[in-house]
């Protein structure tokens, strides 16, 4: 069995200010505070989501 890949998440902006629906993303994404870093499996949803918000989160494979 195949190990899934994982994609690591760091949040490095503010949410201050930013749109609801963006806000969302990086809840959804598990990210709580500035700096905090988490692994997500890398699936075309959670791609998506760093996508919409790639201006707050970096992300590394």
Do not use: F, W
Not at 7 to 22: C, D, E, R, Y
Not at 42 to 58: C, F, H, Q, S
């Amino acid at each position: 069995m195949a190990e899934q890949k994982m994609i690591k998440v760091t949040q490095v902006k503010s949410l201050i200010g930013t749109k609801q629906a963006h806000r969302a993303c990086v809840r959804g994404l598990g990210l709580r505070r500035m700096h905090q870093t988490v692994e997500v499996l890398d699936t075309p949803e959670n791609r998506g989501m760093i996508t919409k918000v790639a201006y707050l989160v970096k992300c590394e494979a």
